[in-house]
């Protein structure tokens, strides 16, 4: 079963900055409050922060346990493959596509789809007040 564990709460959204829900293929839609893990056990090295870790139900294991790191910073949302076995790919509006290296950090504009094994997920932004 899919879960949504919560494991630090240091990060903080700036005041009338961008407030992004990650719409998930898998039905969820998911407040991004701080830097995310997703993946089918993600945890965090070392001593990152991590405010939220998202597992995903994934029997064909297409998905690494942990595949994907998200965060929003001063510039914009972002994405970080966290040298996953099947990658991941960030699918522009105009549908160019950007594979992310692994480590790599891939700016996600509105419009895009990031795609990950057998999931993906597509950023809702919202103006905060």
């Given at each position: 079963m899919s879960e949504l564990r919560s494991s630090a709460t240091r990060a903080v959204r700036p005041a009338g900055g961008p407030h992004v829900v990650l719409?998930?293929?898998?039905?969820?839609?998911?407040?991004?409050?701080?830097?995310?893990?997703?993946?089918?056990?993600?945890?965090?090295?070392g001593d990152?922060?991590?405010?939220?870790?998202?597992?995903?139900?994934?029997?064909?294991?297409?998905?690494?346990?942990?595949?994907?790191l998200?965060?929003?910073?001063?510039?914009?949302?972002?994405?970080?493959?966290r040298h996953s076995t099947n990658g991941t790919i960030v699918t522009l509006g105009d549908g160019q596509q950007i594979l992310c290296a692994p480590g790599q950090t891939i700016r996600v504009p509105p419009g895009?789809?990031?795609?990950?094994?057998?999931f993906s997920f597509i950023p809702d932004f919202h103006q905060n007040g």
């Amino acid at each position: 079963m899919s879960e949504l564990r919560s494991s630090a709460t240091r990060a903080v959204r700036p005041a009338g900055g961008p407030h992004v829900v990650l719409r998930l293929s898998d039905g969820r839609s998911l407040p991004l409050r701080g830097m995310t893990l997703l993946g089918r056990h993600p945890q965090p090295t070392g001593d990152e922060i991590i405010t939220d870790l998202i597992a995903l139900d994934d029997p064909r294991r297409t998905v690494s346990k942990t595949h994907l790191l998200v965060g929003m910073d001063a510039r914009s949302l972002f994405v970080q493959d966290r040298h996953s076995t099947n990658g991941t790919i960030v699918t522009l509006g105009d549908g160019q596509q950007i594979l992310c290296a692994p480590g790599q950090t891939i700016r996600v504009p509105p419009g895009a789809t990031v795609s990950f094994g057998d999931f993906s997920f597509i950023p809702d932004f919202h103006q905060n007040g």
